[in-house]
T-cell receptor, first 113, second 106 residues
Framework: DTGVSQDPRHKITKRGQNVTFRCDPI?????LYWYRQTLGQGPEFLTY????????KSRLLSDRFSAERPKGSFSTLEIQRTEQGDSAMYLC???????????FGSGTRLTVV | GIQVEQSPPDLILQEGANSTLRCNFS?????LQWFHQNPWGQLINLFY???GTKQNGRLSATTVATERYSLLYISSSQTTDSGVYFC????????FGAGTRLTVKP
């Protein structure tokens, strides 16, 4: 197992387009988290899954954002009708249990032009 | 939600110096981790330390859960230690502090 993988590493899109990011967690981890990080700030929680169930969503996750984890393995994060304010690093993490250590992926850097 | 405060926000050191980074949190937590974010944005896990003291080479961390703080010690700093250090705590989910930006000068 090579850790948490995210794809793509970088994405440049025009305002108004839809984008989708993928996260592959560590295989035995049943919890998967999405975070967003803007320049100079710490990562902010967006949402998390336990297996295939989405258990919590932050108020930061507007209606344009949707996340899925259909088979309890990989997850996708889709942003519809992107805005310039969506430009950020999107980070995925996984953990075995809620109170155990989190492992982060390398992130997907989104630039909306 | 849980508030996480890190200090100092910025720290500049000469190579070889020691430093202490602090993390205060506002409520009981199940887990606390220290991360180093490298220039490419990767968050590298340094310590999983809900309580007690751990050491890994030149780095060590102490969490006093009853007093709601954690400290990260860096000894004999090197230029490669530069970057942003984050403390993150887990209540229902993981919340990050704003980070300490460390610059180690040769």
């Amino acid at each position: 197992d090579t850790g948490v993988s995210q794809d793509p590493r970088h994405k440049i899109t025009k305002r108004g387009q839809n984008v989708t990011f993928r996260c592959d967690p560590i295989s035995e981890h049943n919890r998967l988290y999405w975070y967003r990080q803007t320049l100079g700030q710490g990562p902010e929680f967006l949402t998390y899954f336990q297996n295939e169930a989405q258990l919590e969503k932050s108020r930061l996750l507007s209606d344009r954002f949707s996340a899925e984890r259909p088979k309890g393995s990989f997850s996708t994060l889709e942003i519809q009708r992107t805005e310039q304010g969506d430009s950020a690093m999107y980070l995925c993490a996984s953990s075995l249990e809620f109170d155990r250590g989190y492992t982060f992926g390398s992130g997907t850097r989104l630039t909306v032009v | 939600g849980i508030q996480v405060e890190q200090s100092p926000p910025d720290l500049i050191l000469q190579e070889g110096a020691n430093s202490t980074l602090r993390c205060n949190f506002s409520d009981s937590v199940n887990n606390l981790q220290w991360f180093h974010q490298n220039p490419w944005g990767q968050l590298i896990n340094l310590f999983y330390i809900p309580s007690g003291t751990k050491q890994n080479g030149r780095l060590s961390a102490t969490t006093v859960a009853t007093e709601r703080y954690s400290l990260l010690y860096i000894s004999s700093s090197q230029t490669t230690d530069s970057g942003v250090y984050f403390c993150a705590v887990v209540g229902n989910d993981m919340r990050f502090g704003a980070g300490t930006r460390l610059t180690v000068k040769p």
